[in-house]
């Protein structure tokens, strides 16, 4: 599966929350530094969706607000 995630890192808590058919906005309080973001929102969809950290994949967007991933 292929979703659009917005990201909005230092946020107060962690939170996922579904804004249409394969968009979502995600809060992290990690830092956009080094990757730190992008390991913690790993494992924030990971939680949510419940799969292992392995199973996603950012695959755009990397160093983005926005970014496109694939879960499974």
Do not use: C, Q, W
Request: aromatic share 4%; proline share 4%; no cysteine.
């Amino acid at each position: 599966m292929r979703i659009y995630v917005r990201v909005s890192p230092r946020s107060s808590r962690n939170e996922v929350v579904k804004i249409s058919d394969g968009e979502y906005k995600v809060k992290i309080t990690a830092p956009p530094v080094d990757g730190e973001a992008n390991k913690m929102l790993t494992k924030v969809l990971a939680d949510h969706f419940g799969v292992s950290k392995s199973s996603i994949n950012i695959v755009g967007g990397k160093s983005a607000k926005t970014k496109m991933v694939d879960i499974g």
